[in-house]
């Protein structure tokens, strides 16, 4: 159940998971964008944004919802918002709406704006280094491409996923921000 009792926010801002939540967060914090209208839920897990959606609506109906979904995801999305009496045809819609898609997931836009060297980089200068090697290591991802092995890297532990969003957010510069991000921080900026 979402908890809007305790917030006055006139947005609310549904994310996959709590690594989407961090990066979000982290990107809000480094671009200055006043967090107290906002209020970031993670849906724990993407086919839940319709069930969401619908408790949102009626303990707040005036709140404005804003989102941002993976590519393989995006269906539920458009579902959701359809089921909420929106024009919505298909995922192409979905920006007019104030939901995003990333091409992949969360992880893979950050890796690919930062670029695997400068995303291995951020993450051993945040004391990780030594879990990434020992992965890099292991004989199923010892010969992968370092672009692979991060991505393997920043979901394959409790808890890194969401650490490593965190990270990687934080590393971007603000013109490195990857579209579908940089579309949501725009709305949560007006909100």
């Known amino acids: 159940m979402v908890d809007l009792t305790a917030s006055d926010a006139r947005t609310v801002c549904l994310l996959e998971g709590v690594s989407d939540v961090a990066a979000v967060r982290t990107l809000m914090d480094s671009q200055g964008i006043d967090p107290s209208p906002v209020q970031l839920v993670s849906l724990d897990g993407a086919t839940n944004v319709g ?3 619908q408790e949102i ?8 919802v804003v989102g941002l979904v993976d590519q393989n995801e995006a269906h ?4 959701a918002l359809t089921a909420d009496g929106l024009p919505v045809q298909d995922a192409t819609d979905l920006p007019m709406y104030g939901f995003f898609v ?3 997931d969360l992880e893979d836009e950050l890796l690919r704006a930062l670029g695997p060297e400068r995303a291995r980089d951020a993450l051993v200068d945040a004391g990780l280094g030594g879990k990434l090697e020992a992965l890099q290591n292991q004989a199923p991802w010892d010969e992968r491409p370092l672009a692979e092995q991060l991505h393997r890297f920043c979901g394959a532990a409790s808890g890194r996923k969401e650490r490593a969003a ?5 590393a971007l510069a603000k013109d490195e921000v990857p579209e579908p991000l940089a579309m949501l921080l725009d709305r949560l900026r007006w909100a």
């Open 57 to 64: 609506r009626l303990l707040r109906g005036d709140v404005d």
């Open 51 to 53: 069930r969401v959606l």
């Open 102 to 104: 990333c091409s992949s």
């Open 76 to 79: 539920a999305a458009v579902k």
């Open 166 to 170: 965190g990270i990687l957010a934080g």
